[in-house]
Structures are given as C-alpha cells and as structure tokens.
C-alpha cells in the first residue's frame, strides 16, 4: 500500500503536466486566434473606455472635491441647512463636485486658449511667407539665368522633364490613393467625435463616483 506521502507526490506530479499542458494549448490558442483575441480585447476597452475616463477624472479630482467640501461647501450647507444635516451634506458635495468639474473645465478651456493660437500663428507665418519664399526662389533663378544664358536651355528642358514626371505621377499614385486619404481624414474625424463622446460619458460617471466616494473607496 503507498504512503500518502507518495500519492501527494504522485498528484503533485499530476497536477503539474496537468496545467504544464493546459498552458501549451492555451499559448496555441492565443497565437493561433490572436487576431480575434485582439478584436476581442479591442471590443471591451471601447465598452469600457468611458467608464475608465470617469475613474481617471474622479482620481484626479478627488483631492480637490475633499479640500473644497471640507471646507468650503459643507460649513455653507450646515449654515444654509441648520436644522437638515442631510440635506447640508448632500449641498456640500453637489456643489463641490460641480465646482471641482468646473475648474477642470476651465482648466483645459486655458490650455486649449494657449495652444490652438501658438499653431495658428505657426501656420499663418508658414503661409505668409511661402509667398516670399517662392518670389526670392524665382529672382534669384532669374538673376542666375541671365548671368548665364546657356544654362538657360538646359534649365528649361529640366523644369518641363520634371513637370511631366510630376503630372505623371499625381495621375498615377497620387489619385488613386485620394480614396484611402479621404477615407484616414473620415476616421480620424469619427475616432475624433469617439473620443468626446468617450470623455462625456466620463465626466458623468466621475460625478457618480464622486458622489459616492466613500463606496468606492
């Protein structure tokens, strides 16, 4: 008769080319089905993606929600509401919530007022003054060509080569690819919208875990 040290060992042995076997079928399976594994775990982040936004914008709120409940809206809610202290609690944190959502907003209201313009004047120098760019390109060919006339000819013919290649090759590469171009320009602009979308959502779920802070943790 085996000692039950032996049978422990025996399904210790099992045990193991047991799960030494479920993870080979399983690494099979993960190479084999990744593209679907992929759209899978790509599926459940879109679901989830407004719900994490609301947990990432209630961390980083919630330091300030606690500051400005605490001293701030909750004694203005015990004065307002003295004889309700319900009442005065749940004065305290709606307004501080909204309040902490508010500078948020305000926040990123500056920065945006602070970037958009700073790439606005980028491009507006770069478009004032390609002009310039090209009109001292064009004197300074022209003061060239007539220091040297003979080169004049060779110029001419280089400039209609290579206009002739250009043309031939916006007909045949960039036209054709004008579809995918339009069509990169329609999905940046959807994921655009997405992620706005996303971001809403976000800030309702963050007031909902704000609110309910204490549950949350």
């Not at 790509?42 to 001293?71: C, D, K, M, Q």
């Not at 060239?144 to 590469?173: C, H, M, N, Q, R």
Request: with cysteine; aromatic share 12%.
């Amino acid at each position: 008769m085996k000692k039950p040290e032996d049978r422990k060992e025996y399904v210790g042995w099992g045990l193991t080319a047991f799960f030494v076997i479920a993870g080979c079928i399983g690494l099979y399976l993960l190479i084999t089905r990744w593209g679907d594994i992929q759209k899978g775990i790509n599926t459940v982040l879109g679901i989830l993606s407004p719900f994490i936004w609301g947990f990432v914008i209630a961390y980083l709120l919630r330091p300030l929600v606690r500051v400005t409940e605490t001293h701030v809206t909750v004694p203005l809610g015990s004065k307002l509401f003295k004889n309700n202290a319900h009442r005065a609690f749940v004065f305290g944190r709606a307004v501080a919530i909204l309040a902490s959502q508010a500078f948020m907003i305000f926040i990123i209201v500056i920065l945006l007022r602070m970037i958009i313009p700073q790439m606005y004047s980028s491009i507006e120098s770069i478009a004032t003054n390609s002009g310039k760019f090209y009109e001292d390109a064009i004197a300074w060919a022209r003061s060239v060509l007539d220091d040297y006339p003979k080169i004049e000819t060779a110029f001419v013919k280089l400039v209609g080569d290579a206009s002739d290649t250009i043309v031939d090759w916006a007909k045949e590469t960039v036209l054709p690819t004008m579809t995918g171009v339009i069509t990169n320009i329609t999905s940046g602009v959807v994921y655009f919208l997405r992620g706005v979308y996303y971001v809403a959502v976000g800030v309702i779920a963050s007031v909902y875990i704000l609110y309910n802070k204490e549950a949350a943790g």
